[in-house]
């Protein structure tokens, strides 16, 4: 699955976005959302609303965005973060449904189609990762045409490797070994004292200590990044990267050596001490449950 321009039996090149069929599930999803939230049930929630439009934009938006990464895992990491918006489209209709503003055969369809993003996206996640590849061939110019023309690329170039700008993305169709069925390895997280567990790449972690590991994390504000009581200790895996919303409340709190689990996403193993618990702490429940996406929408600096 490696190399540029690879199109045999077996494969076909996937020159667009748009010839991607979860490019085409998402837009469908933005068009049922934009049906869905123009309907008379939606009132004044323009709140809701504009959340909705701007979650299924976000779909759309991060894979087109993505496809012109120039490597396979930068390309993942905009799936990523899809995948996340399509998940939030999902909880979003459901909350809307709660509040009597859709009806049922609507929210149907637009958690089917949510899902089917989801489920696509975990396939390019699993397809790119795989391939891995670390130049894509999109940041180049026009491949040479004639022999006196220099390459565009420094490399050294020979028969089916030679570089071209227009075959961003080779998939393997063959029905036995199709690259959509390898699974990687998912990263592990282990909350020091209970269980290590597998989570699905992308998972915030406060969602994956509570849901995946089990443990009673707090999470007073609901992962907004104001409580601080999702903090947790790193022992091994902290993430360089730390929202801005993260840096500024631990700063205004005088805290260090915490982070916060509802500023992280899990993209790597980690190690954590679970310090911030609800037993123990009097509160009768952990906090209102975090969206499955980063809140707020995540700007993104060094710790
Ligand atoms: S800061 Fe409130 S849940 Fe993370």
Redesign the pocket.
């Known amino acids: 699955m490696s190399g540029y321009g690879r199109c045999n039996d077996h494969g076909v090149i996937f020159k667009r976005i748009e010839d991607f069929e979860v490019f085409k599930t998402a837009r469908k999803l933005s068009i049922a959302v934009v049906a869905i939230v123009g309907g008379e049930g939606f009132g004044n929630d323009c709140d809701l609303r504009r959340q909705l439009l701007d979650a299924s934009d976000s779909v759309v938006a991060n894979l087109a965005e993505g496809f012109e990464q120039p490597t396979d895992r930068a390309f993942a990491k905009y799936v990523y973060t899809a995948k996340a918006s399509a998940a939030e489209v999902r909880a979003r209709l459901g909350l809307a449904h709660d509040r009597r503003c859709m009806a049922d055969e609507e929210l149907r369809e637009g958690t089917d189609l949510a899902d089917h993003v989801t489920r696509l996206c975990a396939g390019l996640i699993r397809h790119l990762l795989h391939s891995n590849r670390k130049d894509r061939g999109v940041q180049r110019g026009k491949r040479p045409t004639t022999g006196d023309q220099p390459a565009t690329s420094d490399r050294p170039v020979t028969g089916d490797q030679r570089p071209t700008n227009d075959c961003r993305l080779t998939v393997d169709l063959r029905p036995t070994t199709s690259d959509y069925e390898y699974h990687p390895p998912m990263p592990k997280l282990t909350v020091e004292g209970h269980r290590t567990v597998d989570v699905e790449p992308g998972k915030r972690l406060?969602l994956a200590i509570e849901q995946d590991a089990k443990v009673d994390v707090?999470?007073?504000?609901?992962?907004?990044?104001?409580?601080?009581?999702?903090?947790v200790e790193f022992i091994a895996g902290e993430p360089e990267r730390m929202t801005v919303a993260?840096k500024t409340?631990l700063a205004a709190k005088g805290a260090s050596g915490v982070r916060?689990?509802?500023?992280i996403t899990v993209d790597q193993d980690m190690v954590v001490r679970a310090i911030s618990r609800l037993e123990g702490s009097g509160r009768p429940d952990p906090?209102a449950t975090?969206l499955p996406t980063v809140q707020p929408p995540p700007e993104y600096t060094t710790r």
């Open positions: 406060v707090l999470h007073a504000c609901g992962g907004n990044a104001r409580c601080t009581t999702c903090r993260e409340v916060l689990s509802c500023q906090g975090p």
